[in-house]
């Protein structure tokens, strides 16, 4: 009786054992991320203007990268996959937190709509303004006399009083300071104005500095009034594909016609087209959702360039790349700007 009860103990804990370690092994959260194609999804169902509906065959796309932080199982799987890839938490977030991650990947999205939003109605002759509100905050250095009174998300709207329209002249107005000078700033933070004033140091460039990196806020107001819903997608890559999708809303034109296009790229309030991560494993989302045209942001290439580039590649090089492996059938159109685009699908029906 006493050994019987020896190994059932024996058995329970070994058994114990080994759905631990079968939980640990599909639940246990790693110090990683897991990249791979994330979905190609039909902007139609994103964006909505009144008296403007899109009721033309075909689609527009916006593609995107799923992230997913690693389990030994999703880390084993990526490491033979091909279309995924495994990156460093910092790599990913910056070193932020995840809520400070999402609330900048955010303000990306947002950002990119508004710029989309400019940019078609200008395209289309319609009305539609640009209020620059500041300098929006998207990471503050540990080491810069603002660090415990300003936040990512904070809008600086004045220094000593100035308010410039355009980042760089706020950056050209405080670069001319000496540092260590006691500097002023007005900031916004959940609609309401502070200031702080703090000692301006020292950059890597040996010029003074506040200790941020920052980008542009601007807002948009249009009419017809467009809404824009892009769900939990966040990140700045979706402006020129939004922008199309805007354009063709507003106008009527029929720009895809029926064809299921999809692509990627930053757009600015030129309609300039910029570089994004992650494009290679945005074609596989494309190929999966039917694409046959992918637009992709082009640069011209250079050593120096490519020193920097993600896989040694420009966007357009890598989605090229990847298109011929995995998406013979598709084609991958290079774009400098908004007004590329909108010429090739004019041109190709």
Do not use: C
Not at 133 to 161: E, M, Q, R
Not at 252 to 259: F, I, V
Not at 307 to 335: D, F, G, R, S
């Amino acid at each position: 009786m006493r050994n019987w009860i020896r190994w059932s103990w024996r058995e329970l804990v070994l058994t114990a054992v080994i759905v631990a370690a079968i939980l640990a092994f599909f639940f246990l959260p790693l110090p990683k991320y897991i990249e791979g194609p994330g979905e190609a999804n039909d902007l139609k169902t994103f964006v909505t203007i009144k008296d403007h509906p899109d009721k033309d065959k075909g689609k527009f796309m916006i593609t995107s990268v799923a992230l997913s932080q690693a389990r030994p199982a999703t880390y084993l799987y990526a490491k033979f996959n091909s279309y995924d890839s495994i990156e460093s938490v910092d790599s990913v977030t910056g070193g932020e937190s995840n809520a400070t991650y999402d609330r900048v990947q955010d303000f990306y999205m947002q950002s990119a709509i508004n710029e989309a939003i400019y940019t078609a109605y200008r395209a289309a002759n319609k009305p539609v303004k640009r209020q620059y509100l500041g300098i929006y905050v998207l990471s503050v250095d540990a080491k810069s006399p603002f660090a415990k009174k300003l936040k990512v998300g904070d809008t600086v709207t004045k220094v000593d009083g100035h308010h410039f329209n355009a980042m760089t002249g706020y950056q050209r107005y405080i670069q001319k300071q000496r540092v260590g000078k006691m500097t002023t700033i007005t900031y916004q933070r959940n609609g309401h104005d502070h200031k702080a004033t703090a000692k301006l140091m020292r950059l890597p460039t040996k010029k003074a500095g506040i200790g941020i990196i920052l980008t542009d806020n601007v807002k948009v107001t249009a009419k017809p009034k467009v809404k824009v819903d892009p769900g939990e997608i966040g990140g700045p890559s979706g402006g020129l594909m939004f922008s199309l999708q805007i354009y063709n809303q507003v106008t009527g034109k029929n720009l895809r016609h029926g064809q299921k296009i999809a692509g990627t790229g930053t757009v600015d309030g030129d309609g300039n087209v910029g570089e994004i991560g992650g494009i290679d494993k945005k074609i596989i989302a494309a190929k999966r959702a039917g694409a046959t045209v992918f637009f992709a942001p082009y640069v011209k290439p250079s050593k120096l360039l490519l020193k920097y580039e993600e896989h040694h590649m420009t966007n357009y090089q890598l989605a090229k790349a990847t298109a011929k492996k995995y998406a013979p059938n598709m084609k991958v159109v290079p774009v400098k700007t908004f007004n590329d685009a909108v010429k090739y699908l004019e041109t190709h029906k």
